[in-house]
Nanobody, 116 residues
Framework: QVQLVESGGGLVQAGGSLRLSCVAS????????MGWYRQAPGKQRGLVAA???????NYGDSVNGRFTISGDNAKNTAYLQMNSLKPEDTAVYYC??????????WGQGTQVTVSS
């Protein structure tokens, strides 16, 4: 199993930026993808961004063009740079990691609040 520790959430005004980090530890050698989902009160958890072991990325429609996901293999860390934040981006953001034949690993979640 992989352990994930997130950081970087907080309160920001609309139009501002935040960067989330997710550090992976444990059995990280077989990670195929990492990224973030988010969940706002009363809404389902949805994909924000993903980065795959080959370097390709994928984004949710609502964040495409504003958010950028990247990874640092030497630090076992994924980053989510969030720019042009909107109040509707307010949610708890959960880092995840996928490995073959194993359940998805999840971070503890970090709150992002965007004020109008």
């Amino acid at each position: 199993q992989v352990q994930l520790v997130e950081s970087g959430g907080g309160l920001v005004q609309a139009g501002g930026s935040l960067r989330l980090s997710c550090v992976a530890s444990g059995n990280i050698g077989s990670i195929k993808s990492m990224g973030w989902y988010r969940q706002a009160p009363g809404k389902q958890r949805g994909l924000v961004a993903a980065i795959f072991s080959g370097g390709s990325t994928n984004y949710g429609d609502s964040v495409n063009g504003r958010f950028t996901i990247s990874g640092d293999n030497a630090k076992n860390t994924a980053y989510l740079q969030m720019n042009s934040l909107k109040p509707e981006d307010t949610a708890v953001y959960y880092c995840y990691a996928n490995q073959p034949y194993r359940p998805t690993s999840w971070g503890q979640g970090t709150q992002v609040t965007v004020s109008s």
